[in-house]
Structures are given as C-alpha cells and as structure tokens.
C-alpha cells in the first residue's frame, strides 16, 4: 500500500529537482548529435536582460523616482544650494552694473532671488521639466542594463539570479514531493478500491 505514494513522493522531488537543476545547467551549450543542451535561463540571457532592465526602468529608475531623490532630502538641499548661491552671484554681479540703480531703484532684491528660486524648484521637481528631459535624453536606462547582463559570463549571469530560486528550491521540490505523494494514493484508492472500500 505505501509503495505508490513512495514512489510518487520520490518522482516528485526528483522531477522538480532536475528541472530546477536545468534551468541553470549546463552553462555553456553542449551539442549531442542534432541536439544542443543548455540551461534554460542561459539560453534566454537576452530574453531576460530584456525583461529585467524594462523592469528596473519602470519601477526603479524610472524619471519620477530620479527626480524626486535628486530634489529631496540631502541630494535636494545640496542641489538647491548651489542653484541659491549662483541666483545670488549673478544679481550681485549685474547689482555692481553702472545702471544697476537706476533699473533696481524700486525692485526688492530678495524677493526677487526667492521668487526664482520657487521657480526654479517648481520647474526641476516636475518631470517635464529642464531635469526630467535631461534624464530622459541623457540615460539609456533599458539600453545601459540589457548591455550590461549581457556582457556576464554564465557564471556571473548565475550568480546574480541564483540565489533568487536557491532561497525556495527545498519548498518547490517539496511540493513536488508531496504531490506525487497525493497522485500515488489516487492511485491506490482506484487500483484497489474494492479492498479498501466497504
């Protein structure tokens, strides 16, 4: 009676074992008369890289989430510092002109420099702004990465996604194992239903 689901269990595990075992091996093609062996993900490298920098593009480094760490917090405080300090430098340097008095006789410096100032932080914060086309012509996000993995040797391509399926293998061949568990007692209750049913 325990022979079925043993031997289910045992099929199980082992099916889900090699199949996750074929996913990274063998690294390199290997070619057996008319057919090639390689690990399914180092066979789809490009597919993946692909797949992986769409992603980073568009949830990581996407112009939103760059702008706002480039404007905020101690990138924004030191980014608008400098922009403060050359406001500052070129009123003072057009404030020294012969004509300065005359055309600044009734204007408020200050309010002048604050008002560019929210100006400016307006127009850097909005991703239509002067720092979002910048981002978005500088930075080939999706272009920079898929390049980038694609250039791993497999080993290196292996190390960066390994891990990713090394943290969950025992629970996968453990379901493995414990639906062949499940299909070997079908088995036993279809093959001898009259012996263990009234």
């Not at 993900?41 to 992603?55: F, L, N, P, S, T």
């Not at 055309?103 to 200050?110: F, G, Y």
């Amino acid at each position: 009676w325990w022979l079925l689901p043993a031997a289910g269990f045992l099929v199980g595990y082992v099916t889900n074992y090699m199949a996750l075992f074929l996913l990274f091996d063998p690294k390199e093609p290997i070619k057996i008369g008319p057919f090639t062996f390689q690990g399914m993900m180092h066979k789809r490298q490009q597919a993946i890289a692909d797949g992986v920098a769409a992603e980073i593009a568009e949830v990581v480094l996407n112009p939103h989430i760059m702008i706002g760490y480039m404007t905020s917090g101690d990138s924004g405080n030191v980014l608008f510092s400098i922009i403060r300090n050359n406001i500052d430098a070129l009123i003072d340097k057009y404030r020294d002109h012969p004509m300065a008095p005359m055309l600044m006789a009734s204007v408020d410096v200050d309010q002048v420099k604050d008002d560019a100032m929210a100006r400016i932080e307006q127009e850097l914060r909005s991703e239509s702004g002067p720092l979002g086309h910048f981002i978005e012509g500088a930075i080939d996000v999706v272009g920079e990465i898929t390049g980038k993995i694609n250039s791993f040797t497999p080993a290196t391509f292996e190390g960066l996604f390994r891990p990713i399926f090394q943290q969950e293998e025992w629970i996968l061949c453990a379901v493995g194992g414990l639906l062949g568990i499940a299909a070997g007692w079908a088995q036993v209750v279809w093959l001898f239903a009259d012996l263990i049913l009234p």
